[in-house]
């Protein structure tokens, strides 16, 4: 069974820095594009960034633009999301996902970790 586990995530201070990955397995990760997505309680999941199969292409969302850097590692099996400058806003269960295509709707991703929680405290 294919499987994405996130670690990283902790509770942190505005204006740090944290990285997160996430480990894939049972799936061959360098025929998938990945994403990560956040979910902050009472709201709905947001697209963060993504990144294709190759890395030739990567998205933000503007929230993330010039803060985060996502990038992955085929032969590891890992993707990564850099994260600087946090702000109390970010906090959120970070999530990453699997899919065919590098977009930013969640309705195109078909595999999806278990999520990492992220507190940026003011």
């Known amino acids: 069974q294919e499987r994405l586990v996130e670690s990283g995530g902790g509770l942190v201070q505005t204006g740090d820095s944290l990285r997160l990955s996430c480990a894939a397995s049972?799936?061959?990760?360098?025929?998938?594009?990945m994403a990560w997505f956040r979910q902050a309680p009472g709201k709905e999941r947001e697209f963060v960034a993504a990144?294709?199969?190759?890395?030739?292409?990567?998205r933000y969302a503007d929230s993330a633009e010039g803060r985060f850097t996502i990038s992955r590692d085929n032969a590891k099996n890992m993707v990564y999301l850099q994260m600087n400058s946090l702000k109390p806003e970010d906090t959120a269960g970070y999530y990453c996902?699997?899919?065919?295509?590098?977009?930013?709707?969640?309705?195109?991703?078909?595999?999806w970790g278990q999520g990492t929680q992220v507190t940026v405290s003011s």
């Open positions: 049972r799936l061959t990760f360098s025929e998938y594009a």
């Open positions: 996902a699997a899919g065919f295509l590098t977009v930013t709707s969640e309705r195109s991703y078909r595999y």
């Open positions: 990144i294709s199969k190759t890395s030739s292409t990567t």
